[in-house]
């Protein structure tokens, strides 16, 4: 059976483990799924069953600086806190920098330095970026100077929708059929979209009760309906691509909210049940639904948790705004419009 290891031993045969720089920096945009990824047909390597296909927060995600240390252990720092080592993600994160402790580098360990500006529980994965910054850090730490299909396969192990965090704009992770998952990987798809805006709608900051990973293995294993997802994901990518390229508005935010509906159906009749929205969520729903109903074109997706990401385009800010006054509204394609 083909572990994590193995992939990355032939990512990297050849490569140095010299330390190039003493200290390495990266960032990688956040992303957010318009046709999602759920389901793996492996779970070791986190090799999805269908494609899906992202648009990234420009430049709100995370910046990461690795520093190999003389030190037993890794050491994690987020947010400018150092870690306690028996929290589960920075067991998560160390996991997966075993993964590059091979030959003459078993004893190195790292400290990882990740500063997010997303602001915190706003309902946006961080460990997709955070993962691909990792990645890319220790990419220009030892100048293996891999291509981004490789770059996107290594942050794939760390965390599936981390493959997709390398690029600006609309992004495609395709499943690809190979066991070893080396055609399972993202690209940009390269259609920019100025006037499009997502929204974050918080409506619960708290943890999530259960993790993607479990919800997805038991969507998978129980849902009664989980046949029809691959059919309805590869239907979503082909409207919603199509969609993107006419700048299409309407059919594209449609496809995504019906897309991510599906999803959570889906999730609904796993057993026993995965339900990630709250009574605030539906009533979040209805609002939008109702703007729609007297003509504003207001969309939403929806995560594996309770928050909601409108989509609209620049000329309803306002009139979303008014609607949701905390929305916090991105611009994913103009860079220099955002906060930091
Ligand atoms: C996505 N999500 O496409 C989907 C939609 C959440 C809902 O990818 O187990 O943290 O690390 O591969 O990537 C969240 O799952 O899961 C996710 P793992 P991941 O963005």
């Known amino acids: 059976m083909l572990n994590k290891q193995m992939i990355v ?102 400290q990882v330095e990740t500063s997010l500006n997303i602001p915190m529980g706003a309902g946006v994965a961080s ?3 955070g ?52 055609d399972s990987y993202a690209k940009p798809f390269p259609h920019d979209w100025k006037a499009l ?3 974050l709608l918080l409506i619960d900051s708290n943890e999530k009760s259960i993790s993607s990973r479990v919800a997805m293995q038991r969507t998978l294993a129980t849902s009664p309906f989980f046949d029809a997802w691959p059919k309805t994901q590869h239907e979503d990518m082909i409207l919603l ?5 006419d700048k299409d508005f309407i059919t594209f935010a449609q496809t995504a909210e019906t897309n991510a509906l599906t999803l959570h159906a889906l999730m609904m009749s796993a057993r026993p049940q995965i339900v990630y929205s709250k009574p605030e969520t539906l009533n979040m729903m209805d609002k939008i639904w109702q703007a729609r109903r007297e003509g504003l ?34 611009a994913p394609f103009n860079l220099l419009d955002q906060e930091c």
């Open 9 to 110: 031993q032939t990512l990297l045969k050849e490569r140095s483990f010299t330390p190039m720089v003493v200290k390495a920096k990266a960032f990688a945009p956040s992303n957010i799924a318009l046709c999602k990824y759920w389901g793996k047909r492996d779970e070791t390597l986190n090799l999805p069953i269908t494609g899906s296909l992202s648009i990234s927060l420009g430049n709100l995600g995370a910046t990461t600086t690795v520093v190999p240390i003389n030190e037993a252990s890794d050491c994690i720092i987020f947010n400018g806190k150092v870690m306690d080592k028996s929290m589960p993600f920075v067991q998560k994160i160390s996991n997966f920098l075993d993964l590059f402790r091979m030959d003459q580098n078993q004893n190195m360990h790292y």
């Open 127 to 129: 460990s997709a970026c």
């Open 131 to 182: 993962f691909a910054a990792l990645v890319s850090a220790l990419d220009s730490l030892y100048d293996w100077q891999l291509k981004p299909f490789e770059l996107s396969i290594l942050a794939r192990l760390g965390s599936g929708s981390a493959a997709r965090s390398f690029w600006h704009g609309f992004v495609e992770w395709e499943c690809g059929i190979a066991l070893d998952g080396m």
């Open 197 to 199: 805006r997502l929204g």
């Open 241 to 245: 691509k199509k969609s993107i390229e």
């Open 297 to 330: 074109n207001v969309f939403f997706t929806q995560d594996a948790g309770p928050n909601l990401k409108l989509l609209f385009l620049e000329e309803d800010i306002d009139a979303v705004s008014r609607i949701f006054p905390l929305l916090k509204v991105i």
